[in-house]
């Protein structure tokens, strides 16, 4: 219900409106993204890229990595396997998805056959869900974003046995949290500073260039700032105008 309440409420309302779970998430995914394309010496353009789960912060992350990079072939995954043109029972919001263009959806399967090849897991869904083996069977020098919390759908360890070349998580014991804390403060700061009335796509994606430009040279193990970095909330609220 989310998706309906925050459109209506942006309707009716002459304030910004942003649903955090939603957006926030979405902006440091893709400000991680960004730099771990870096890091592996990838397109985003050119890359294969599979999000487990499509609820508030998996649809909105689709919907601002196909802003970012249009060309990128994203498959989404729910508990039934891949969403595709050809599955019943698709609820609107997953048939919005494919209508718009936004994920492939031309081909069933089920996790496992949606990462073979792939160049990018995300999950935004349940823990353990992805196997080492699963990792094995990527593309060269994967990247995995695990983001359910406590228990991601696949522990770090396990990943880089797998093979994973980037790894992050939404936990603090792990190095590449992926916290929504990078993004709303900054966001909220830059609507109130310059008068926004409306957040829209292209502040969104400001957003992550600015967070994932506070890594000027990413390495595996740093491709976003801490959550405590000072430097975060001021340089995100000067992109937002």
């Known amino acids: 219900a989310c998706f309906e309440i925050e459109r209506r409420v942006v309707e009716a309302l002459d304030i910004p409106v942003m649903h955090?779970?939603?957006?926030?998430t979405a902006i440091v995914v893709l400000a991680g993204l960004i730099n771990a394309m870096k890091v592996v010496?990838?397109?985003?353009?050119?890359?294969?890229?599979?999000?487990?789960?499509?609820?508030?912060?998996g649809v909105a992350?689709?919907?601002?990595?196909?802003?970012?990079a249009p060309k990128a072939k994203i498959l989404a995954i729910d508990s039934e396997g891949v969403v595709w043109r050809g599955r019943s029972h698709l609820n609107p919001i997953k048939q919005r998805l494919i209508d718009d263009g936004v994920i492939f959806a031309n081909g069933h399967g089920d996790l496992a056959k949606a990462l073979i090849d792939a160049d990018v897991f995300i999950g935004l869904s349940r823990p353990r869900t992805l196997t080492r083996e699963m990792v094995k069977s990527m593309g060269r020098d994967p990247i995995v974003f695990a983001m359910a919390n406590p228990t991601p759908e696949i522990m770090p360890e396990e990943a880089k046995k797998g093979g994973a070349k980037v790894i992050a998580t939404g936990r603090s014991d792990y190095p590449n949290?992926?916290?929504n804390s990078l993004a709303f403060p900054g966001?909220?700061?830059?609507?109130?500073?310059?008068?926004?009335?409306?957040?829209?796509?292209?502040?969104?994606?400001?957003?992550?260039?600015?967070?994932?430009?506070?890594?000027?040279?990413?390495?595996a193990q740093k491709i976003v700032p801490d959550m405590f970095d000072k430097r975060v909330a001021p340089a995100v609220a000067k992109v937002i105008r």
């Not at 050119?46 to 508030?56: D, Q, R």
């Open 187 to 219: 966001v909220f700061r830059g609507a109130l500073d310059n008068h926004v009335r409306k957040i829209t796509d292209a502040h969104k994606v400001a957003a992550a260039k600015a967070i994932a430009s506070l890594v000027p040279k990413p390495t």
């Open 20 to 24: 955090d779970d939603q957006h926030g």
């Open 41 to 57: 010496k990838k397109d985003m353009n050119k890359s294969w890229i599979t999000i487990a789960g499509v609820g508030a912060a």
């Open 177 to 179: 949290q992926i916290n």
């Open 61 to 68: 992350t689709m919907r601002l990595i196909h802003k970012y």
